[in-house]
């Protein structure tokens, strides 16, 4: 809205140039979408508090220390999704058709994971609804916004996967890549849900995500940077730096909240939609394998859940104490802020190592 303002009006009001800017904006953006969680969020806590009564179900065969949590209310996504969703109205350019892309992963997978969290709260069950559906379901999205995304990119690398430390290196997928896209997208949205199982745990690693494929959305959508650094070119796709900076001062603005011990759990509503604009983003700026670096803490929790699972079917024994892995170290004897803490650490080491890959070509 205020960038559409800007182009309008910027000829009669000259100091309205600034909203052309893209650090501006997304300056903006930020500090935006953190004051709308501030004003908002002890409101819809206390409302959730009413309306959910026992608050999110706790798993039986959990660490003993998350009985404690009993009564904590979740749907906590709802308020990262509404502050992002304003914030974007407010400073994105809208005729983007990245924007458009990632907001709309970012609505439906929110919408899935809002109607899992419903069902799990009314019936008291860690379940929801059907993994098969929930999948489908996720599956359609993610197809639209992949078809989005290559309607809007350069012929030339629309369906191609970029490799990292190779500046010219790419392999032409065709509409394979279709599928390809849509399981970065699925992969990434489930992979922050898995992490999402300690107070402050996931949205601290997202928020370095974020910001990382902030910088990176922006110098791939600008022709000089992308130029000097020998990335592809990705004309519009700047304006994702808009969302990512959304994204954090939505995250800063809920970890207020879900800091230890939390106030609110994000729930499936605000872990499968940030983890699915993730790799919506990543997949519109091609760096999907790099997104696999970035979030590598996304992918570890991931596949201790895979390799717990495979390995009792196979051989009836456990490779971890408990699955997804941050449980495992609980069980160990580490203190949640302990796991919750050297968590961070490992996401920064891991986003500096994946913006590395920028400049090593």
């Known amino acids: 809205m205020l960038y559409h303002l800007s182009q309008a009006l910027a000829d009669q009001f000259t100091v309205l140039n600034v909203l052309r800017y893209i650090t501006f904006r997304t300056g903006g953006a930020i500090m935006t979408a953190l004051f709308l969680v501030f004003m908002f969020g002890p409101s819809l806590i206390s409302l959730l508090r009413l309306k959910q009564g026992k ?3 706790i798993r039986d ?18 308020m990262i999704l509404g502050s992002i969703l304003i914030t974007v109205l407010l400073w994105a350019d809208l005729t983007n058709l990245y924007v ?8 439906g997978f929110g919408a899935i994971g809002f109607y899992d969290d419903y069902l799990k709260v009314t019936t008291g069950s860690t379940k929801g609804f059907s993994s098969r559906m929930r999948l489908l379901l996720e599956a359609v999205v993610a197809a639209i916004t992949v078809m989005i995304i290559i309607s809007a990119t350069d012929p030339k690398i629309s369906t191609a996967l970029a490799f990292p430390f190779f500046k010219d290196l790419l392999w032409q997928m065709g509409m394979w890549f279709v599928l390809f896209g849509m399981l970065v997208i699925i992969g990434a949205g489930n992979s922050v849900n898995l992490t999402d199982g ?37 004309r519009g796709a700047g304006e994702l730096a808009i ?8 995250g800063l603005g809920f970890l207020w909240y879900n800091a230890p011990p939390a106030q609110i759990f994000m729930g499936d509503t605000g872990s499968l939609s940030l983890g699915g604009a ?13 997104l696999a670096v970035i979030g590598g803490l996304f992918v570890l929790e991931t596949v201790s859940v895979i390799v717990q699972v495979v390995s009792f079917k196979l051989t009836g024994k456990r490779v971890f104490r408990m699955a997804p892995l941050h449980h495992h170290f609980e069980k160990k004897g580490w203190k949640e802020e302990t796991v919750v803490i050297r ?10 190592i994946g913006l590395a890959t920028l400049k090593l070509r």
């Open 100 to 107: 458009l892309a990632v907001m709309f992963v970012m609505l």
């Open 343 to 352: 968590f961070w650490i490992i996401s920064v080491v891991l986003a500096l």
């Open 243 to 250: 969302i990512t900076g959304a994204i954090v001062g939505a």
């Open 278 to 290: 993730l790799g919506a983003i990543a997949v519109a700026t091609k760096h999907e394998l790099v």
């Open 198 to 234: 300690l107070d402050g745990l996931a949205i601290v690693p997202v928020m370095i995500a974020a910001a990382s494929f902030g910088l990176i959305s922006y110098l791939v959508g600008h022709s000089v940077f992308s130029n000097y650094l020998q990335l592809h070119y990705v």
């Open 55 to 57: 608050g999110q179900p």
């Open 61 to 78: 065969d959990g660490p003993e220390t998350h009985f404690a949590k009993a009564g904590t209310p979740t749907m906590g996504g709802l």
